[in-house]
């Protein structure tokens, strides 16, 4: 799992700023449930909009979010429906869009679980991003 920021810098005031959440090195990916964390007192989620990854092959998907601007916390599910070979390779599984609210340095930490068409488990590795706000 990325969540590589459009810049190491946004300032205050401007944006929205939007920062993709993709993955690469997928393979029988049906499932894939994530938790991304920041600094509430420096970035405020504007929208969360899902990505064309889960979507490979014409599947149909739920996409499901929830923001907690308070805490900090956008937790999102994307699941293949019907799904028998799972979604493979990389791309976009979401982008968040964020508005800034307060000058600061911010990491967006990533956390989840992910399962095969089967329910099997996947294992993931996550990257962290960094952002200063000025």
């Known amino acids: 799992m990325l969540v590589p ?3 190491a810098q946004f300032r205050v005031g401007s944006g929205p700023y939007t920062v993709p959440v993709s993955i690469s090195g997928a393979s029988q ?30 599947a149909q998907v739920s996409f499901t979010q929830q923001v ?11 699941t293949r429906d019907d799904d028998s070979t799972g979604a493979a390779g990389a791309g976009l599984l979401a982008a968040v869009s964020f508005d ?14 992910a399962a095969t068409p089967g329910g099997a488990p996947l294992t993931l590795e996550f990257s962290t991003s960094t952002v200063t706000v000025q």
Do not use: K
């Not at 989620?45 to 490979?56: D, L």
């Open 100 to 113: 800034t609210v307060g000058p600061g340095s911010v990491t967006l930490d990533v956390n989840g679980t």
């Open 29 to 58: 990916l049906s499932t894939v449930s994530l938790t991304v964390t920041f600094d509430p007192s420096v970035l405020r989620v504007r929208t969360v909009q899902e990505g064309g990854f889960m979507r490979q092959g014409g």
């Open 68 to 78: 907690d601007a308070e805490a900090g916390l956008i937790r999102f599910t994307s």
């Open 5 to 7: 920021p459009p810049g």
